[in-house]
């Protein structure tokens, strides 16, 4: 059984930052890939970024690269999202994913965290 908690959004302006963290709990969570999907009322799910479970390998979507980094601390179980220069597009729920298996991507069907809203006001 794997558990994703994810903590850290909130209220911020435009052009203002937030660090996003999920902690996972429940099998080993080094060899994981793990990331981040957001969704907007009225919209659908997107892919934001992941990271291969040594960390060498980042990936970002279009929209975010350049603002938002991704990082990850084995040691502490946790998986990060640094958003810089946010803007009111990136309102959204932010969802943590992490992969069911050490062979497999976030994109196939990963275990899902509950979720954190973030709000940038314009």
């Known amino acids: 059984q794997v558990q994703l908690v994810e903590s850290g959004g909130g209220l911020v302006q435009a052009g203002g930052s937030l660090r996003l963290s999920c902690v996972a709990s429940?099998?080993?969570?080094?060899?994981?890939?793990m990331g981040w999907f957001r969704q907007a009322p009225g919209k659908e799910r997107e892919f934001v970024a992941a990271?291969?479970?040594?960390?060498?390998?980042?990936y970002y979507a279009d929209s975010v690269k350049g603002r938002f980094t991704i990082s990850r601390d084995n040691a502490k179980n946790t998986v990060y999202l640094q958003m810089n220069s946010l803007k009111p597009e990136d309102t959204a729920v932010y969802y943590c994913?992490?992969?069911?298996?050490?062979?497999?991507?976030?994109?196939?069907?990963?275990?899902w965290g509950q979720g954190t809203q973030v709000t940038v006001s314009s």
């Open positions: 994913a992490a992969a069911r298996r050490t062979t497999t991507s976030i994109y196939d069907n990963p275990y």
């Open positions: 429940g099998r080993t969570f080094s060899r994981y890939a």
């Open positions: 990271i291969s479970w040594s960390g060498p390998n980042v």
